[in-house]
């Protein structure tokens, strides 16, 4: 099999982690990333020996990113000309821009969250919806926030049938290193339903969601709280089991030392994994508990590489490289390194 090659534009955040998730599919070729000025993240690719060619997105940029020492290998144009899809990892609105320029090269492409779902033929999520996105040319992924929830119900779904769920979300207010958002002492509530309970809802219309959604000035994470409504009891011992046996869900407990986000991202540290990502999200084991007939649990989103196995099942999907669920999210999780 001839391997896809794939482009990254927007070398932000996100993009960094799509590159290198590219980058450990064996069966795909990163061709090279696209970005507009010399950035923190360009700066440090750079001191690390520019493993991925850069192209520049506006050739008038150019002279700034060789005087900053960086070096150009062409323009987005000649990019384009070179690859099968396009990972957009660009800011909000921008993605929607490129879209022509994509259509013009006739090239698929995966948006990230932050774009609006009219941008792409379907909302994807890798292990809830895979098949809707089997040869489509656009595809956009959920926010980190969503992508976690829907991996958590979605197991639980396929195991005993969802209801409902009702959600809180404890937002992070921005990722670690951006100012754009101030310094703040302050809790914000947004009004309900949070668009994350909307959005599973377009993915899984069979579940009824709402959600709060609350905003908190840390940077390490989002957590979330459900009370879900099974079509049929289920015990927490069995809840456990299904979770363990989820590729891209670690369980945790309170009284090994997971006390909150804090502890997870310098766990993730400490396994010496790239910038501290974690790519799974985490169930807290002494969160899961009955109430009534409903179960309550809390998981943690690590917001900056969770969405980065759903963008790789995304590619797997739209270039049909396996047409059954299972066995792609399987492959992207053998390169990803999950267990």
């Not at 005993?160 to 670690?176: C, H, Q, S, Y």
């Not at 797997?316 to 992207?332: C, P, Y």
Request: charged share 25%; with cysteine; glycine share 8%.
């Amino acid at each position: 099999m001839i391997k896809p090659k794939v482009a990254v534009v927007g070398y932000g955040t996100i993009g960094q982690r799509l590159a290198d998730g590219v980058a450990r599919q064996k069966d795909m070729e990163l061709v090279g990333i696209a970005d507009v000025a010399p950035t923190l993240a360009l700066r440090a690719l750079k001191e690390k020996g520019m493993p991925y060619d850069l192209y520049c997105a506006i050739p008038d940029n150019i002279s700034l990113l060789e005087k900053a020492g960086i070096p150009v290998t062409g323009t987005l144009d000649d990019l384009l000309k070179k690859v099968d899809i396009v990972l957009d990892a660009t800011s909000a609105g921008i993605g929607q821009k490129n879209k022509e320029t994509y259509e013009k090269y006739g090239l698929k492409a995966i948006f990230q969250g932050g774009e609006k779902n009219e941008v792409a033929d379907v909302f994807f999520h890798g292990y809830a919806n895979y098949e809707k996105g089997l040869g489509k040319q656009f595809l956009k992924l959920t926010s980190c926030n969503t992508t976690g929830l829907i991996r958590a119900v979605d197991c639980l779904d396929r195991a005993v049938g969802m209801e409902k769920v009702a959600i809180t979300i404890i937002r992070r207010v921005a990722d670690p290193g951006d100012y754009h958002r101030g310094l703040t002492n302050a809790l914000q509530v947004d009004k309900a339903p949070s668009h994350q309970a909307l959005d599973l809802m377009t993915i899984m219309p069979h579940v009824n969601a709402t959600g709060i959604l609350v905003h908190t000035p840390v940077t390490h994470g989002h957590i979330i709280t459900l009370v879900a409504t099974p079509k049929k009891k289920i015990t927490k011992e069995e809840i456990l089991a299904q979770f363990n046996k989820h590729p891209r869900i670690r369980v945790v407990r309170l009284a090994d030392g997971f006390l909150g986000n804090a502890s997870l991202f310098k766990y993730a540290r400490d396994l010496g994994n790239p910038r501290g990502d974690m790519y799974e999200i985490a169930v807290w084991e002494e969160t899961i508990v009955p109430s009534g007939n409903d179960i309550m649990f809390a998981i943690n989103i690590p917001q900056e590489a969770v969405v980065i196995p759903e963008t790789m099942d995304a590619i797997r999907a739209s270039l049909e490289m396996q047409k059954d669920r299972l066995g792609a999210v399987g492959i992207t999780n053998k390169y990803l390194g999950m267990k």
